[in-house]
């Protein structure tokens, strides 16, 4: 069974500048998270979908972050303008059932702003 | 959310069983309670998830009382690769992970 995919594994970026994060989750998962891991930190969760849907995305930074699910597999993250402080690891991760009881995580992708 | 306190780091030797404890008293009637480790430069991995009393897989075993205000996950043997940050999270439905335990194995 393929795991959790995440593109691209590094990136780096100036100040103001916008980048997006792709993740494929484990086919037939219905439910998909994004996480923000800063350095010395637990996973915060950003988003969190379930197939189409938003469950909850009350620790989303609206103004600068956003974040789509189409058709249900495949999720985007976007982060337009990037500020210092977004400088993290950022993980999706997808679980079977609507709970989020066990989740498969992907290895992340580290965003350095400058 | 049922917020969860576990210590902030610990140390064992090889083939010591390590215990960590993992306090979550405001648990709701529907979370269960779930572990995560995670290594460097990694996502975090499933580890195990109870309700109540004992659960055991071929990693770890889960220990959690009557009154579910409290868990502890065992690491029967550690050994060096086990190395790692453990996360306990309480759960039914939005996920919230916690600073974790940075256990270290020395040799």
């Known amino acids: 069974e393929a795991g959790v995919a995440q593109s691209p594994r590094y990136k780096i970026i100036e100040k103001r500048q916008s980048v997006a994060f792709w993740c494929n989750p484990i086919?037939?998962?219905?439910?998909l998270y994004w996480y923000q891991q800063i350095l010395g930190q637990g996973p915060k969760l950003l988003i969190q979908?379930?197939?189409?849907?938003?469950?909850?995305d009350s620790q989303l930074p609206k103004d600068r972050f956003s974040a789509e699910r189409l058709k249900g597999v495949d999720s985007t993250l976007k982060i337009q303008p990037a500020k210092l402080e977004d400088s993290a690891v950022y993980l999706c991760?997808?679980?079977?059932?609507?709970?989020?009881?066990?989740?498969?995580f992907g290895p992340g992708t580290r965003l350095t702003v400058t | 959310l049922a917020k969860t306190t576990q210590p902030i780091s610990m140390d064992s030797y090889e083939g010591q069983e390590v215990n960590i404890t993992c306090s979550h008293n405001?648990?709701?009637?529907?979370?269960?309670i779930t572990w995560y480790q995670q290594f460097p430069s990694q996502g975090p991995r499933f580890i195990i998830q109870?309700?109540?009393t004992k659960v055991t897989n071929e990693v770890a075993s889960l220990f959690i009382p009557a009154d579910r205000k409290s868990s502890t996950l065992s690491l029967p043997r550690v050994s060096l690769s086990d190395t790692a940050v453990y996360y306990c999270?309480?759960?039914?439905?939005?996920?919230?992970f916690g600073r974790g335990t940075s256990l270290i194995v020395h040799p």
């Open positions: 991760a997808s679980s079977q059932g609507t709970a989020a009881y066990e989740q498969y």
């Open positions: 086919s037939g998962h219905a439910t």
């Open positions: 979908f379930q197939n189409n849907g938003v469950v909850d």
């Open positions: 405001n648990i709701a009637t529907n979370d269960y």
């Open positions: 109870g309700y109540k």
């Open positions: 999270l309480v759960v039914s439905y939005i996920p919230t």
